[in-house]
């Protein structure tokens, strides 16, 4: 019983510690959420095998979604005429250097790592999305989403 109260004890200041920087991370979240809007983003992934990665990778760095929320909007992206290798990027990069986590990795790492994490996350989203529009196969996206099945009588 003593082991799980100092594991709760510890876990407890843990948070304690970590928490102020959440706070400032869901602060700066709270502000990019109202002036970086989602349709600025998706008017500059243009057509392009280089520019449109770099330029996903770029603008999803800021955006505070997690893993399970940058999908929908990767799809957006892929709707509004992104290349794959522009979506894939902006997958990516926007969960592995939010605002967010940044913060998170301030409070438990040192400074040097802080900044070394989003710099790998924008060159492996960069990497992939390149790869992507250059040798991975494009997958055509559909102009009518499909309707309801039909059941036939019989």
Do not use: H
Not at 22 to 30: D, H, K, P, S, T
Not at 47 to 65: M, N, R, S, W
Not at 114 to 124: H, L, Q, Y
Request: proline share 8%.
């Amino acid at each position: 019983m003593n082991i799980v109260y100092e594991i709760l004890k510890e876990s407890w200041n843990l948070y304690l510690d970590v928490a102020i920087y959440m706070l400032f991370g869901f602060l700066v979240a709270g502000i990019l959420y109202v002036f970086f809007k989602a349709d600025k983003i998706k008017q500059y992934l243009g057509t392009g095998k280089v520019k449109p990665v770099f330029l996903a990778a770029l603008f999803g760095i800021p955006i505070p979604l997690c893993s399970c929320g940058v999908v929908p909007v990767a799809t957006g992206l892929k709707k509004q005429g992104a290349n794959d290798g522009a979506a894939l990027s902006f997958m990516i990069a926007t969960p592995e250097s939010g605002v967010d986590s940044i913060a998170i990795s301030y409070a438990m790492l040192d400074p040097v790592m802080t900044i070394i994490r989003p710099v790998a996350g924008f060159f492996t989203a960069v990497c992939t999305g390149i790869a992507q529009n250059y040798w991975g196969q494009t997958t055509p996206t559909p102009s009518v989403p499909p309707g309801p099945l039909k059941e036939t009588g019989g």
